[in-house]
């Protein structure tokens, strides 16, 4: 079946600084989504990037859909920034979502 | 409105007994899913609705059950639980239903614990 594969699992920032997320996948995606959950709050999804690049305030998604990955950027981290990151793919025809482990994002003031 | 919400938030059943867990969403989507969360585990999909069609992933058909009275409800249903039933169970929506799943909106969850 579709694996999701993400890195890195966990990392720390301090306030203003970027990160990149990384999110890799083991069969053609039609569809790829970039979740977020706050700690103790549901999943939201952030943005919607089978391929190209899109944004959506300070993040940035590069999907490259030959190479199978796609990218997080986020720019000017903020503490509110922190909580778990997930990458989820489509499976086969609106049979759901595939979903990786998740980066879990920690910054600091 | 898009909001999905579930209940209970939190739930506490001794093995062996029933577990129902209810999930609802205004948002006239099609499809509606059931997502069980481990901790350090990815959400993995249980079952969902597409309209009154079930779909349930074969590794857990025999564990869950599920019904969809209307298009706004969705329960999963566990009629035995057992200790490995302890997990947080998500249900989303969607208007997906052609080639793409579409942009899935999440609940916040119903917590099981089994004792």
């Known amino acids: 079946g579709q694996q999701v594969q993400q890195s890195p699992s966990s990392l720390v920032l301090q306030e203003g600084e970027n990160a990149e997320l990384q999110c890799n996948f083991s069969s053609t995606a039609t569809q790829l989504q970039w979740f977020y959950q706050s700690p103790g709050g549901s999943l939201v999804s952030l943005l919607s990037?089978?391929?190209g690049t899109k944004h959506t305030g300070r993040l940035t998604s590069t999907t490259v859909t030959k190479e199978r990955r796609s990218s997080l950027h986020i720019s000017s981290s903020q503490t509110t920034d922190s909580g778990t990151y997930l990458c989820?793919?489509?499976?086969?025809?609106?049979?759901?979502?595939?979903f990786g482990l998740g980066t879990r994002v920690s910054v600091f003031p | 409105d898009t909001t999905v919400k579930q209940n209970p938030r939190y739930k506490l059943a001794r093995v062996g007994k029933p577990v129902n867990l209810i999930c609802s969403q205004t948002?006239?989507?099609?499809?509606m899913y059931w997502y069980q969360k481990k901790p350090n585990q990815a959400p993995k999909l249980l079952l969902f609705?597409?309209?009154?069609?079930?779909?349930r992933e074969a590794d857990t058909f025999e564990k869950f059950q599920s019904s969809r009275p209307n298009n706004s409800f969705c329960s999963l249903y566990i009629g035995s639980a057992g200790l490995e039933y302890s997990a947080m169970y998500l249900c989303?929506?969607?208007?997906?239903?052609?080639?793409?799943?579409?942009?899935?909106?999440f609940g916040e969850g119903s917590k099981l614990t089994v004792l």
């Open positions: 989303a929506s969607s208007s997906g239903g052609g080639a793409n799943t579409g942009q899935l909106y």
């Open positions: 990037n089978p391929s």
């Open positions: 609705y597409y309209d009154k069609i079930l779909n």
């Open positions: 989820a793919i489509d499976r086969n025809y609106a049979q759901g979502l595939t």
């Open positions: 948002m006239n989507h099609d499809t």
